[in-house]
């Protein structure tokens, strides 16, 4: 699978592009600013645009899907409590097929209500969940910090320690992480208890 990462907009955010080598099927995670950059890239390669999908429901990751849409004939899928109009809808443990490649949604809630992260073999697309090096804020539309400690910390942590990890933000030190070590250094994993983090963010 071929991954683009696209950072766009002022937010640093992170658009992704996968591409399943044996087909040039393929699914957009996240589309926001610069689509332009997007369709440049599937012009250029004649990908086959079979989905996009959105790790939650808030404007700095959907604002460009309607003219992704437009230009792919791609449906759009989100979890089932994004608040937003959408085509398909995922909950945990199902699974989004492009070409020959399979993606797993998880459901990680605490940065949203509708929160996602993507996962197979050797890669994790996480959104807003967490960051290298931090993690999604928990005073927007549906956050709960609770439930963000619990999807770290009994979700996240217990995943393949080599994961690569692709967030939604170019927000740490590095583009991209493994779960590995984000349980070593990200700030989240540091807190020795619940009550520790939420302390934190008081």
């Known amino acids: 699978m071929k991954i683009h990462q696209i950072e766009v907009g002022s ?4 658009t992704y592009l996968l591409v399943d080598d044996k087909t040039n099927d393929s699914i957009i995670i996240d589309p926001s600013w610069n689509t332009e950059r997007i369709e440049k890239i599937i012009q250029q390669h004649n990908i086959k645009v079979r989905y996009i999908v ?3 429901h808030h404007f700095d990751h959907v604002l460009g899907n309607d003219a992704m849409s437009k230009i792919t004939q791609a ?9 937003l109009k959408h085509d398909i809808s995922v909950e945990d443990g199902d699974k989004i097929k492009f070409g020959s490649c399979e993606l ?3 459901y990680t809630p605490g940065h949203s209500q509708d929160s996602i992260c993507l996962i197979n073999d050797m890669y994790i697309f996480s959104g807003d969940t967490i960051f290298v090096g931090s993690f999604g804020r928990t005073d927007l539309s549906g956050g709960n910090a609770e439930k963000l400690y619990d999807s770290a910390f009994r979700i996240l942590a217990n995943l393949k320690e080599d994961l690569v990890l692709y967030p939604g933000h170019n927000y740490g030190s590095m583009r991209t992480s493994t779960i590995e070590r984000e349980k070593k250094t990200n700030i989240i994993f540091k807190c020795k208890s619940k009550q520790e983090f939420l302390n934190m963010l008081k």
Not at 11 to 14: A, G
């Open 11 to 14: 937010m640093q955010n992170f």
């Open 54 to 56: 959105n790790t939650h």
């Open 75 to 83: 449906k759009i899928i989100q979890h089932k409590y994004s608040p």
């Open 104 to 106: 797993n949604v998880i």
